[in-house]
C-alpha cells in the first residue's frame, strides 16, 4: 500500500462517511477530519519530499507504486511524485481544506453539496498523483463532472446555462485530450501509458516521429488548455465563476485550472518536447493575447466575480506563458503561478462570496464604503487585491518576477516583445484592482441596507486567515518552494531542449 | 554590522504588530510602539553612520569609504545564467547618508503625528502604514541589488497608496490614492523591463562589477546597458514626479500632512534620484551619451513645476510643486556629473555629490516646511490661502521655523539649502553656462513663490472672521519636530557655509559622499554664490513688495493683465486633464470597451453559435424520429420493398 | 370446384393488404387494433393453407392456434391500454396522444 493512495482513498472514506452522516454536524465533522486529515497528508508529504532530495534521493518520481488495471491497453494504476506534483498537492490540500470552512452554513442540501464537493477533490488529488496518461484522464473526468452539478444545482443566476457551458467546453477539450493521449500512446508504440517510460525511452529517437509530433501537440495542448483558460477557450471560465457556489469558484480558479497548465507541462510538453519546440509559437501568442486581454477586460466588468473571473484568465494566461518559454526558470515561475494564483484567487472568491451572502449584490456600482461596516473582510480583500496584482512580500509577486525573468532568457525579438507585453498586464492589474477596491470599500456607505450588515463569522475569518497566511508565507520565503519546483522542472526542460 | 539587519527588522515587527494587534490597542499604546520602534531606528542608524564613516573609515589603499555588506543572501533564485534574487544590506556612504535621512525625518513624524492624528479613527492603522512605509524605504536605500531596489520600491508605493488613502472616506483621497498607485506602477513597468535587460546582458543583477568579467560583459553589450538604464531612470522619473509622470504628487497631498512630509516630500520622492545615483557609476562610464534626457527632463520639470507653484493657492499644493521642482534640481545635478573622478580640479564630478547633498538638505527643511504646514491646517482647518493670513500672530514658532526654511530653500547664505543649491548651480555652469544660467532663474522663481507662500499665510489678508471664530493655536508636541529640523537646517548650513568659504579646512558634506569616495572640499565659486545670492535676495524682495501688504494691489493687477497665464498655471497647464482624457477616452473607451464586447459577443459568441448550431441540427434530425409508429412501419415497408427489389434486379 | 391454394393465398393477401392500409393510414388506436388483427389473421391462414396443402403434420394448426392466442392476449392488453388512455386524455388518436413524447 503505497502511501500516496493515501490522497485517493481518504476522499472515498470521506464519501462514505458523509453518505452515513445524519444531520448538520455530522457532515460537518467529516469534512473538517477529512479535509485535515488531507491537508496533514500533504503537508507531511512535502517535508518527506523535501527530506527524501535533501538526502540526496534524485528518482525523477517519488513513492512510485504500479498495479497492473487493465491488461491490453497496459493501463496501469501508477503513481508518483515530483517536486511540481507535491507544491500541486499541498495547494489542493489547502484549498479543500479552506472551501470546506467557506460551505460552512450553505443551504440546501449541504450533504448532497459535500459529496459532490468530496468527489471532485477526490479526482483533483488522483489527477496530480497520477503517472499513468490514462489514470490522469480518468481523474480528470472525475473532477469535471461534478462540477456541473455543483454549479448546475447550488449555484446563482444563470447556473443552468453557465453550467452546461462550462462543462460542454471542458469535455470539448477533454475530446481532443483523448484523441492526443491514445495518439501518443500509439505512436510511442501502444506498450506503455506511463509517462516516464514514453519519456524516457531508450535509444536515440523519440518513439513518435517528428510529424506525429506535430498532430498530437496542438491537440493535447489545446485539450489542456481549455482548462487552463486558454485564449480564445475561456469563455466558459467567467459565466462559470459567476453562477458557481463560492468554495466551487474557490476549487475550481484554485484548484482545477491547475489541472490545465500541470497537464499542458507533464503530457503536452513533456512527452512532445520537438513538437513543444517547433509549434510553442503559435500557443505563445495565445498566450500573450490571454493575459493582456484578460486584464484589459476586467478593467470594465462591473459584477465582482467577473473581474475576478476576467483576472484569472490573464494569470493562468500567464501560467502557459510561462510553461511555454521553456526555460527552467519561467517554468518555475509558472508553477509558482498556479500555486500563487490558486491561493490568492480562492481568498478572491472565499472573499466574494462572503461579501455577496451579505450584500446579495455583486455590482461594484452598487456598493461603497463596505470597509467601514466589515472591516476584517474589508481589510482581507486589500490583501487579497494587493497579492492579484503582485506586491512584494505576496506569493503573487514572486511568481511573476520568476516568469518574467526567465522568459526575458529567449533572446530573441519574437519573445521579447511578447514578454514586455505581458509585464504590462501588471500595471493593468492594478488599474482594476484598485478601480474594485476603490469603489467598492473606500467611501461612505449609503446603502442603508448594508449599514447594517455583519462582518465575517469565525469559520469565515479561519479560512481566509489560513489562505493569507499561506500567501504571505510563499511571498515571504520563496526560496525553498522554488528550489523544490525547479529541481524536478529542470531536468525535463533540459529533455526538451536537448530533443530539437 | 549585522546589527544594521534590526533597521529593517524594527518597524517590520511594529507593522506586524500594529497591523495585527492594533485594534485591541489604546491610541497611546499604538503611537509609542511605532514611536519607540523608530527611535530605536533612529539609534541604530546614527551608530551605523558614526561606526560606518568613522570608525571604520576610509580604505588605507583607496582612500575612498568601501561598501560594506553585512548581510546578503539569496532570497530567490532563477535558474538560468546563474542569476537570483538576492536581499541584503548594502553600507556606503549615500545609503548611510539615506538611513539618516529616512530615520531622522521618520522619527520626527511619528512624534509630530501623535499631536496630528490625536483622536483620529484608525490611529493604530496610521501607525502601522508609518512603519510599513518606514521599512520599505530603509529597505529600498540599503538594497544590495537593483532587484531588491525593485522590490522595496514596489512596497513604498504600496505603503504610499495606503497611507494617501487613508482617509478612506473622502472622495478625493480615494482618486489620488489610485492615481497615484497607478501612475508610478506604470512607471514602475518601464524600471522592471530595464531590471529585465540589465539582469539578462549582465548576468547579475548587483549594481556593481569587481571583476573584469563582469565589466567585459558590459562592453559587449552595446547601446543596451544605456537604454537598460534610462527604462530604469523612467521608473525613478515616475516615483520622484518628474515632468509627465509627476501628476500624481500633488493629489497625494490629499494624505495626512505629516504622511506628506514624510513620503511625499522628504524620503520616497527621492527614491528616484537616490537611483540614479546608485547606478551612477554605470551612466558615467557606459551612458553618458544619454544623460541628457536626464538634464532636459529635469531642466523642464524643475521650471514647470516652479511655474505652477506661482499659482497654486492650497498651500500644500504648492509645497508639493516646490518638491516636484527641487528633486528635478537634484536629478540635473546627477545628469550634469560627467566623471566619477573628484578632486578640486574635477568640476565634472561635482554634480553628484551636489546632488546628494541637497537630497540631504532638501530633506530635512521640506519636513519642516512640510510639518509646518501640518500645524497651520491644523490650527485653521483648511488648506486654502485665503483661510489664512497674518498667522504670525497665532502660530509664533511655526512662524519662525517656517521661515527658516523659506530661507533655506531660496538659497540664503547660512541655511542649508544654500550651500547645496550653490554646488548644483557650479555644477550646471561647469557642464554648460546655458544650463546653469537657467537653473539659476530657477533658483530664483523658487524664492519667489516660497515667500509668496509665506506671506501668504503668515502676513498678507487676514481671514479675521474665520480666526475670530476659531483661534488658531499651536500644539507642544507638533512644535519639537519643527524646531529640531530647523536646528539642522540652520546647523548644516551655517556650517558648510562657513566650510565652503575656506573655514574648517572645507571638511563638509563632500569630505563624506562624493562620486569615487575620495575626500571632496566643498570650496564655493564666488561668482556663482554671489549670484545665486543676489538673484534670491531680488525675488524675495519681489514677493515682498507684492505680498507682504494687508492689500495686495499689485497681485491682483497681475491676474487681472495675465487672466490666462494664471489660470493655466493654477489648472497646471491641464496635464490632468491630458491623462483622464487618455486613460477613460482612450484606454478604457477604446480598447477596454471593446475588448469586453469582443469577449462577450465575438468570443463567447462563437461558442454560444457552436451550441445553437448543435441544438438546431439535432432539431433538424428529430422530425425523424418523429415516436409515430406508423411512420416508422410504413418506411420500414418501403425499405423492405426496396431491398426485395434490390435482391431481384441484381 | 376444386378449391386450389391460390384462392387462401389470394384472401390473406387481400386481407393483409387491407390490414396495412389500415394500419398506415387510419388515426384511430382501435381500427389500428383491428387492422393489426386482420393482418395476423392473414398469416393464420397461410399456414392453415400451407398445412392442408402439404399434409405433413399438425404443425401450421398449431401455430395457427398459438397465434390466435397471442392475438386475443395482446388484444386484452391494448385495449385495456387504450381504454385508460381514453379515460384519462378523453382522445385515442395515434398522432396526438404525444403528451410522454417531449
Known sequence: MNFLSLFVLIPLLMLLGLWLAKGVKAVRGVMVVGSSLLLVLATYLTIDFLAQRAGGNTAEMLYQASFTWFEPLNISYRVGVDGISVAMLLLSAVIVFTGTFVSWKLSPNLKDYFLWFTLLSMGVFGFFISIDMFMMFMFYEIALIPMYLLIGVWGTGQKEYSAMKLTLMLMGGSAFLMLGIFGIFYGAGGQTMNILDIANHTGGAHPIDFAGQCIWFPLTFVGFGVLGALFPFHTWSPDGHASAPTAVSMLHAGVLMKLGGYGCFRIAIFLLPEAANELNWIFLILTGISVVYGAMSACVQTDLKYINAYSSVSHCGLVLFGILMLTTTSTTGAVLQMLSHGLMTALFFALIGMIYGRTHTRDVRLMTGLMQIMPFLGVCFVIAGLANLGLPGLSGFVAEMSIFVGSFQNADTFHRVLTVMATCSIVVAAVYILRMVGKMLYGVCTDEHHLKLTDATWEERFAVICLIACIAGIGLFPSWISSMISDSVAPIIDAVKQAI | ?650 | MNITIDYFLILSAVMLGAGMYGFFTRRNTLAILISIELILNAADINFAAFNRLCQTGIEGYVFTLFSIAISAAETAIAIAVMINIYRMLKNNYVDELDTLKW
Not at chain 2, 146 to 154: D, R, S
Not at chain 2, 235 to 248: E, N, Q, R
Not at chain 2, 364 to 392: D, P, Q, T, W, Y
Not at chain 2, 446 to 452: H, I, K, L, Q, V
Open chain 2, 1 to 650: 554590522m549585522t546589527y544594521t539587519l534590526f533597521i529593517i527588522l524594527l518597524p517590520l515587527i511594529s507593522f506586524l504588530v500594529l497591523g495585527i494587534a492594533g485594534k485591541w490597542f489604546s491610541h497611546k499604546t499604538a503611537g509609542w510602539i511605532g514611536t519607540l520602534a523608530l527611535a530605536g531606528v533612529t539609534v541604530l542608524s546614527y551608530y551605523a553612520a558614526y561606526e560606518y564613516f568613522f570608525v571604520i573609515g576610509r580604505d588605507a589603499v583607496t582612500g575612498a569609504f568601501e561598501r560594506q555588506v553585512p548581510i546578503n543572501f539569496c532570497w530567490l533564485p532563477f535558474f538560468d545564467q546563474g542569476l537570483h534574487f538576492d536581499m541584503g544590506i548594502l553600507l556606503d556612504p549615500i545609503s548611510v547618508m539615506m538611513l539618516i535621512v529616512i530615520s531622522t525625518v521618520s522619527f520626527m513624524v511619528h512624534i509630530y503625528s501623535f499631536g496630528y492624528m490625536k483622536g483620529e479613527k484608525g490611529f493604530q492603522r496610521y501607525y502601522a502604514f508609518l512603519s510599513l512605509f518606514t521599512m520599505s524605504m530603509l529597505g529600498l536605500v540599503v538594497a544590495t541589488n537593483i532587484f531588491q531596489m525593485y522590490l522595496f520600491w514596489e512596497l513604498v508605493g504600496v505603503s504610499s497608496y495606503l497611507l494617501i488613502g487613508f482617509y478612506y472616506t473622502s472622495p478625493a483621497a480615494i482618486a489620488a490614492s489610485k492615481k497615484a498607485f497607478i501612475v508610478t506602477r506604470f512607471a514602475d513597468l518601464f524600471f522592471l523591463i530595464g531590471i529585465l535587460i540589465y539582469g539578462f546582458y549582465t548576468g547579475s543583477f548587483a549594481f556593481v562589477f569587481d571583476t573584469p568579467e563582469g565589466l567585459a560583459s558590459y562592453a559587449q553589450a552595446g547601446f543596451i546597458l544605456p537604454l537598460a538604464l534610462t527604462l530604469m531612470f523612467i521608473g525613478g522619473a515616475g516615483k520622484s514626479a518628474m515632468f509627465p509622470l509627476h501628476i500624481w504628487l500633488p493629489d497625494a497631498m490629499e494624505g495626512p500632512t505629516p504622511v506628506s512630509a514624510l513620503i511625499h516630500a522628504a524620503t520616497m520622492v527621492v527614491a528616484g534620484v537616490f537611483q540614479v545615483a546608485r547606478l551612477f557609476p554605470l551612466w558615467v562610464t557606459y551612458a553618458q551619451d544619454w544623460m541628457p534626457i536626464i538634464i532636459w527632463v529635469g531642466v523642464f520639470t524643475a521650471f514647470y513645476a516652479a511655474a505652477v507653484a506661482c499659482a497654486q493657492s492650497d498651500i500644500k499644493r504648492v509645497l508639493a510643486f516646490s518638491t516636484i521642482s527641487q528633486i528635478a534640481f537634484m536629478m540635473v545635478a546627477l545628469g550634469v556629473c560627467t566623471e566619477l573622478q573628484t578632486g578640486h580640479e574635477h568640476v565634472g564630478s561635482v554634480g553628484y555629490m551636489a546632488s546628494m547633498f541637497h537630497l540631504f538638505t532638501h530633506a530635512m527643511f521640506k519636513a519642516c516646511l512640510f510639518l509646518g504646514a501640518g500645524c497651520i491646517i491644523h490650527a485653521v482647518h483648511s488648506n486654502e490661502m485665503n483661510a489664512m493670513g497674518g498667522l504670525r500672530k497665532y502660530l509664533p514658532l511655526t512662524h519662525i521655523t517656517f521661515l527658516v526654511s523659506c530661507l533655506a530653500i531660496s538659497g540664503i547664505p547660512f541655511f542649508s539649502g544654500f550651500s547645496s543649491k550653490d554646488e548644483i548651480i557650479t555644477a550646471c555652469m561647469a557642464y554648460s553656462p546655458a544650463v546653469g544660467y537657467i537653473m539659476t532663474g530657477i533658483a530664483a522663481m523658487t524664492a519667489f513663490y516660497m515667500f509668496r507662500l509665506y506671506y501668504g499665510i503668515f502676513w498678507g489678508t487676514e481671514n479675521k472672521e474665520l480666526h475670530a471664530a476659531h483661534h488658531p493655536h499651536e500644539t507642544k508636541v507638533m512644535t519639537w519636530p519643527l524646531i529640531i529640523l530647523s536646528i539642522i537646517t540652520v546647523g548644516v548650513g551655517a556650517y558648510t557655509t562657513l566650510a565652503g568659504f575656506g573655514m574648517f579646512d572645507g571638511y563638509s558634506f563632500g569630505s563624506l559622499i562624493s562620486a569615487d569616495g575620495q575626500d571632496y572640499r566643498i570650496h564655493f565659486d564666488t561668482s556663482v554664490a554671489l549670484t545665486s545670492t543676489i538673484v534670491a535676495i531680488c525675488a524675495i524682495g519681489l514677493a515682498t513688495w507684492i505680498f507682504k501688504g494687508e492689500r495686495q494691489p499689485i497681485a491682483d493687477k497681475l491676474y487681472a493683465t495675465f487672466p490666462r497665464l494664471h489660470r493655466w498655471a493654477y489648472k497646471r497647464f491641464y496635464m490632468d486633464e491630458v491623462y483622464q482624457f487618455v486613460t477613460h477616452k482612450i484606454i478604457f473607451a477604446c480598447v477596454s470597451k471593446p475588448i469586453a464586447w469582443f469577449d462577450r459577443h465575438v468570443v463567447d459568441g462563437f461558442f454560444n453559435f457552436l451550441a445553437w448550431g448543435t441544438n438546431a441540427t439535432s432539431n433538424g434530425i428529430k422530425t425523424l424520429q418523429s415516436g409515430r409508429v406508423q411512420q416508422y412501419a410504413l418506411v420500414y415497408l418501403v425499405g423492405t420493398i426496396l431491398l426485395i427489389a434490390m435482391l431481384l434486379i441484381f
